[in-house]
């Protein structure tokens, strides 16, 4: 138990205590008489329980509280443990090498669209991350030029648009190939496969899950590594995450997917 909670327990007895005494005293009249206060009794002693009711029912609360806190403590060190361990034999035996594409970036916070409809009510700056990112690729490797607002518009008239939670995986591949461009799926278990695709200068588009990029789920774009194996992004929500480098392993435990499911990597060039 906490420091905290100790101490909070403690002033609660201290004030339990101190209304008992204040409760149980007699008081002095005058003529040196001595009124008991008994006709207040009933009315004591239903307060009285209230008041053990209610300090019984805050330190249950308190202890309770802590037993969550910790529990979700060590259940976030446990996840943390896990997905080291899976970065760490998900890149086992990769060869890496250096390369980089320069990318046409775009945000979909960016405000020539960020309060644009993606769909009937969605935002694209909340949901759009998708055809942000097809947005960023078509630019860099067609002759065409795309914002994300009218990739956006494109995803949602080709019914490729998921009102409320943001694209339908379909989206990347199949927009891809409108556009000119060739795909290829990855899984999570192919580090190598993408390791040299982004050495030979494609780009992959990822599905993140829930971690360092999103809580819940976020297309970015990986544009590079490193022979470090770090791995260079364009995220269409944070300039700053666009501007740092990390490690495949991280990517690859973080990606929303597995082995036998739609992605999470799609490599176009």
Known sequence: MRL???LQI???SSIFLILVAYYNRTVTIPNDKIWNIAKFYYVKKSTL??????????SFSLQQQEIVTESKTVQWIAEQAANQAT????????TYYTAKSEVVYYNQEDIRWANEKYGKTDLISVTGCGPTCLAMVVSTLTDITINPKQMADWSYQNGYCAEGSGSYHTLIENAAKTFGLQVEQATVLEGQKIVDALSDNKLVIALMGKGTFTSSGHFIVLKGI???GNV?????????NT????PLGLILSE???SADSLGPFWIIY
């Open 4 to 6: 905290e909670i100790i």
């Open 10 to 12: 403690f002033l609660f």
């Open 49 to 58: 329980i209230s008041i053990l009711s209610v300090f019984i029912f805050l």
């Open 87 to 94: 970065a760490k034999e998900l890149t086992r035996g990769i």
């Open 226 to 228: 490193t022979e470090q």
């Open 232 to 240: 260079l992004v364009a995220d269409p929500k944070s300039k700053k």
């Open 243 to 246: 501007r740092k480098t990390f």
């Open 255 to 257: 990606a929303k997917g």
